[in-house]
């Protein structure tokens, strides 16, 4: 009994031991990185202090602060802490709340929440590779410091991505077909946004000339990025490696009773513009053509050609879906034969 008694309170002791060295050197890199951080005029935050014995490493961040080197934007929090259990400190959770604000050029907004969580895995390695990371707010709401209604809301907003090396043959094909190397990494991407209220000014644009509601029903996003390279510590303080592919299982949107949702793959040429197909499809197409109408996107002439063509190849789906291609090629883009001028531009490529 006495071997097990000395057994235990050497044991206890190492732990310990173990738990004030690993929460030293937590304290000490946050430490040094809002120095890093307050030097290079990225962020800074007002101190920081650990707690958490013996079973956790929590670490909290007073007035944090990020912004732009440029000027372009700025983030701020009252205050923002981090848990890790003491056996998984590569397993982290992060939690913000309301009052955070968040300013884009002379425009300043409130964001204000239920509950904001995020949850971050990364490899056991000194790159700190990221392997998986979701954020969930509840009952978002984001308000300019100007007025009283708010920009944007929703019920729930979730956003994920984690590391998909099984994916990469998924890609190689894409790649290899447009000459272009391999993805170093693969990540999947995923974003869901429930109930989202947009601004007031835009919905009163769109509710008389367009017959659509202020609420979107549901935003949804699961796609594949292949990266020049995996996403690591040093990668994330230098920008995002390039993208180089972009494999899209669904990107669907429900808003007044309408559906509409896209899938394809496309690859990223070293100037940043896509190249590749995209597939539109919705069930309510005859009343996308009626939005845009309204909208002024189109004329009365061509809502009667766009209903005989799409009726035309409407019928050969058994529900009457309208799947129509959007074509991206040397910087231009199309939606079937109808030409929708110069395609969106992607960060250049980092060697």
């Keep these: ?87 998984a400190p590569n397993e982290v959770i992060a939690y913000l709340p309301s009052g955070q604000t968040i300013s884009v050029g002379d425009q300043s907004y409130t964001l204000d929440l239920a509950d904001m969580r995020a949850s971050m895995t990364v490899g056991y390695s000194t790159a700190l590779p990221l392997e998986e990371a ?36 998924a890609l190689k094909g894409a790649a290899e077909a447009s000459g272009l190397i391999m993805p170093a990494a693969a990540y999947r991407l995923g974003a869901e946004a429930v109930n989202l209220t947009l601004p007031p000014d835009l919905a009163k644009e769109l509710a ?83 939005i845009a109408r309204g909208l002024g996107m189109i004329g009365k002439d061509e809502v009667k050609v766009l209903r005989s063509v799409g009726t035309m190849m409407a019928a050969k789906d058994p529900g009457n879906a309208l799947e129509v291609p959007m074509v991206f090629h040397n910087g231009l883009m199309s939606l079937g034969p109808i030409p929708l001028g110069a395609a969106p531009q992607f960060p250049a490529q980092r060697q």
């Design 1 to 87: 009994m006495r071997k097990l008694i000395w057994l235990v309170v050497i044991a206890t002791l190492a732990y310990a031991g173990y738990w004030f060295l690993g929460a030293r050197k937590i304290e000490d890199g946050a430490q040094a990185m809002i120095v890093q951080a307050r030097s290079e005029g990225w962020g800074d935050a007002q101190s920081v202090s650990l707690a958490g014995f013996p079973s956790r490493f929590d670490l909290t961040f007073d007035k944090p602060e990020l912004r732009d080197q440029n000027g372009a934007w700025s983030w701020t929090a009252p205050f923002a802490q981090i848990f890790a259990l003491g056996y």
């Design 134 to 169: 979701i954020a969930v707010l509840s009952n978002p709401v984001l308000k300019p410091d100007t007025g009283s209604a708010p920009t944007l809301a929703a019920d729930q907003v979730r956003l994920a991505i984690s590391r998909e090396d099984k994916a990469q043959g």
């Design 208 to 290: 008389p000339k367009a017959g659509l509601p202020a609420t979107v029903a549901r935003l949804h996003l699961d796609a594949i990025a292949g990266l020049r390279a995996p996403i690591t510590q040093t990668t994330a303080q230098d920008g995002l490696p390039g993208l180089m592919t972009l494999s899209l299982s669904d990107l669907s949107l429900s808003w007044g009773g309408n559906d509409l949702s896209a899938k394809g793959n496309l690859t990223i040429d070293p100037s940043g513009y896509p190249e590749g197909t995209i597939m539109i499809r919705s069930a309510s197409w005859k009343n996308w053509i009626d």
